[in-house]
């Protein structure tokens, strides 16, 4: 027989805030597996896309989930013995929401709330009542990390300069009674305590001062989140000074499915063997692991399977990776090391850092050549190899996922290097080499193409639409971009202009760093130019 769960809280909490909101059925999906596996709760993030009555603009155009959507969300986790946790935020990460006018007015800066203003408490308030009418559970997970500039802006303009820590206190004390109205407990990422403390750091070596053990509220717990390191003696110190600063934690670890297309298991198979030892060892009862998706959410959810089965194994005290493979082949029909192959390269078991060439080098302008210092001589060969292996995995329930991984390294397998090749030639004045590349721009066209309706496919299959808008301008312009310097190309061959500008520029790394190793480099808007989106 299988063992129990070790721990009493035992969740995922899957990211609907960052563009892909994941559809009715594949939300139910989720909860099949993670039901199956042992799971007893799911967290879903929404930053504003769930609906709030009258608040028209609350999540308006961002694929929302309607009050009638989340109840039946709610039942349907209930029949599987799944508690669905309502995941808000009521301090920062509110940004989608201040590009309506009519919340301007409780902005303090960039995307945090302002502290202290009446219609802030009654947005906050409204935000409780949705959830309360929505879900069952008693646990609503209130965010509150990372506002990095709170007090800074109007909060600055209107009251001068005041202890940060008195804000923040006074802030959770506010939305604490708040909750207490609707029979609410609550858990907050417990970061801004330790940054308010660390000068910004995320950093655990200093004692919180007494005055703010005693003002944090009864009825909130605070959670621990770490996704990177693959120390068990760092996840325990920092979850001793948690604890000092309140008692019984939880701790949030993560799969990494928030930088690029690619997942990395890899990666996140060690930092959750070193937490979840850590959380054994320290008597955390309440854990549970996220799934962000920075940036545009490009990567499925449905790729961490194996951190997720690998992870339920870990809190039934299986150690053992042969049994545990064995266990997933027997479970999903796929085999454990072909679902891997979802990471792409670069990302080998082992590495110390995560790598997103899958997106930096897809973005990478031909021309310009942002990320050109970075490229190695057998990047596009390594993407080659990968994209053969995913071909030759047999078909499966999420075959989806694979053709889409394919067909990107199919395109990264010529692009990685297509700008170097052209500014070689250029440089040369190579008019052989020069028309050469012509074809080899037709065919990265062509593939990018083919990338773009299987990734569309994995998108629509999984998501509601809202939000593959951002694909369409983001791969689109990426199409008319290679059209444009494959046009002109052809310009220069021709003799119809005498020199190509942005091939004349040096190429610079794009970290200023002496080293040219790949890189974690997870911004569009970076990845693609150096001017001003």
């Avoid at 080098?361 to 970075?374: E, P, Q, R």
């Amino acid at each position: 027989m299988e063992k129990q769960i070790k721990f009493r809280k035992f969740g995922v909490m899957l990211d609907m805030s960052r563009n892909a909101v994941m559809n009715l059925n594949s939300v139910e999906k989720y909860i099949d597996i993670i039901a199956d596996l042992g799971y007893n709760c799911l967290m879903l993030y929404t930053e504003d896309t769930y609906e709030i009555e009258n608040h028209p603009y609350f999540g308006h155009n961002r694929g929302r989930y309607s009050a009638d959507e989340l109840k039946a969300l709610d039942k349907y986790a209930a029949s599987k013995g799944i508690e669905l946790i309502p995941c808000i935020q009521t301090l920062a990460h509110l940004n989608a929401i201040f590009r309506w006018q009519t919340y301007e007015n409780i902005r303090d800066c960039d995307n945090i709330l302002l502290c202290g203003d009446e219609n802030t408490y009654k947005l906050i308030d409204d935000m409780f009542a949705s959830v309360d009418k929505c879900f069952t559970s008693r646990t609503v997970n209130i965010g509150m990390d990372e506002a990095y500039m709170l007090g800074r802006g109007k909060y600055y303009d209107k009251y001068g300069a005041c202890d940060r820590f008195d804000i923040l206190l006074a802030h959770l004390n506010k939305v604490s009674k708040i909750a207490e109205k609707y029979g609410f407990n609550l858990i907050m990422w417990g970061d801004m305590f330790f940054k308010l403390m660390s000068d910004g750091c995320y950093n655990s070596e200093k004692d919180a001062p007494e005055k703010i053990k005693r003002l944090i509220p009864d009825n909130v717990k605070l959670i621990y989140w770490d996704y990177y390191s693959k120390s068990t003696e760092n996840y325990e110190k920092h979850i001793r000074a948690h604890s000092a600063l309140k008692e019984d934690i939880w701790f949030a670890g993560g799969v990494w499915t928030w930088s690029g297309f690619a997942p990395h298991n890899k990666f996140s198979l060690d930092t959750l063997k070193a937490s979840f030892d850590a959380c054994v060892n320290e008597g955390v009862r309440d854990v549970f692991i996220t799934l962000w998706g920075d940036n545009g959410a490009e990567c499925s959810k449905f790729a961490a399977l194996p951190s997720l089965y690998y992870a339920s194994q870990l809190a039934k005290a299986n150690n053992d990776i042969e049994s545990i493979k064995r266990g997933f082949k027997t479970k999903f029909g796929i085999s454990f090391d072909d679902f891997l192959l979802l990471d792409l390269p670069y990302t080998p078991s082992g590495s110390e850092k995560i790598v997103n060439s899958d997106k930096y080098l897809f973005y990478n302008d031909c021309f310009m050549g942002l990320f050109d210092s970075v490229v190695k001589p057998d990047d596009g060969e390594s993407f080659g190899k990968t994209a053969k292996a995913l071909e030759n995995v047999a078909k499966n329930e999420y075959s989806y996922l694979f053709e889409s991984a394919a067909a990107l390294c199919r395109v990264l397998e010529v692009k990685a290097d297509l700008g170097i090749k052209t500014r070689r030639a250029y440089e040369a004045r190579s008019a052989a080499e020069l028309e050469t590349l012509i074809t080899e721009y037709d065919k990265v066209i062509s593939l990018t193409e083919a990338f773009y309706e299987l990734f569309e496919k994995q998108w629509m299959t999984e998501n509601k639409p809202h939000g593959f808008d951002v694909q369409d301008i983001r791969i689109g312009g990426l199409l008319q971009r290679i059209k444009h310097c494959r046009k002109q190309l052809l310009r220069f061959i021709n003799g119809e202009i005498d020199r190509l500008e942005e091939l004349e520029e040096n190429r610079l790394d794009v970290l200023c760093r002496e080293t040219n190793d790949h890189l974690d480099y997870n911004l569009w808007k970076d990845n693609v130019t150096s001017n001003v989106l």
